[in-house]
């Protein structure tokens, strides 16, 4: 959606905006805009744009009923104007945002089309990278930049985890269980974290080098940052992986005939990850792989034990040597 976000980021640039700034007075500049209350029939409707691409201003409807929030009204607002000036757009637009999940028709690909153009007209990628540098920590900057783009907690969250340059994921709460998770990038851990306490998820994340909380729209979400992690000084222990994680597996209570699944579980893991992770460097695959047992309830007492990093280094050196010999005699 890259062309998408571009149409939005030349509006910006055409008027010299950014946030926080007047987006009525912008969409009036290019529309006719009105609010007013949608009959019952159609009032899961949040807006409605008549004439896109004729000659006369198009007029843009916003559904002005009193249970849309105010910054919902703000964000229809935002995304009628995307089907305005997405070229490919023309005649009328009736939105609403639960079809935007239709992804087998046109219309469900204009609608989603317009939300990318909303969110990067609210929250221009550019400024939310420099409010990110600018910033002392996670929590103020994503608060202060949701306060000032004045937009829901959705597509703030979004877009924030699509520009951040680090590994982080934000759990949102809802009754002290974790209930939605935004994350930057595949590189870190979100399985099984769904459905947790919140104590439940500090405690099944133990690769993060930092964590907090912050609050949007009156709901507490909790944070976790996550560096590179080093591997540990191996050149004194003088035991294999095998013999690490056997005597992990003998202090943690894994019994005889639970043994064989549970070391071909934990191998399991670091194999399907090394495979993705193993043209890395050893620090950052080992951070990779630490952070794949992350959230996994199961191996929870095993990968937190006191030598699990070294049982990871070792595996990590045999299957990088054994990888390396096998592209020499190839």
Known sequence: MQEIEKFARLLLKRHNLEPPYDLLSLAQYYANVNFIQFPSEVGQVDGVT??????????????????????????????????????????????????????????????????????????PSTWVAKKYQESECFASFVEDIHHAAQTTAKPTLIKVHSVVNIPIISCEMRFGFIEKIYRSSDKV??????????????????????????????????????????????????????????????????????????????????????NDVQHLAYDQAFSEIMRAYDGLSHHHNVASHRLFPQYVTKRIYELKERRSSKKKAS
């Open 189 to 274: 851990p979100t399985r099984e974290l769904e459905g947790k306490t919140e104590e439940e998820v500090d405690s099944l994340v133990k690769t993060s080098s930092h964590r907090g909380l912050f609050s949007l729209d009156g709901r507490p979400y909790k944070y976790f940052e996550f560096c590179t992690l080093r591997c540990p000084d191996i050149r004194e222990d003088l035991r294999s992986w095998r013999e690490i994680l056997d005597f992990i597996l003998n202090e943690v209570g894994i019994s005889e005939s639970e043994r064989t699944l549970k070391i071909q579980s934990v191998n399991g893991v670091l194999g399907a990850k090394f």
């Open 50 to 123: 008549l004439g896109i691409g004729e000659q006369s201003r198009p007029t843009i409807l916003i559904n002005s009923s009193s249970n849309k929030p105010e910054k919902r009204k703000r964000f229809t607002l935002a995304h009628e104007l995307g089907h305005i000036f997405i070229p490919w757009h023309t005649g009328r637009s009736i939105s609403n945002f639960k079809t935007a999940t239709d992804t087998n028709s046109e219309y469900g690909l204009m609608e989603r089309e317009a939300n990318y153009f909303a969110a990067e007209l609210l929250l």
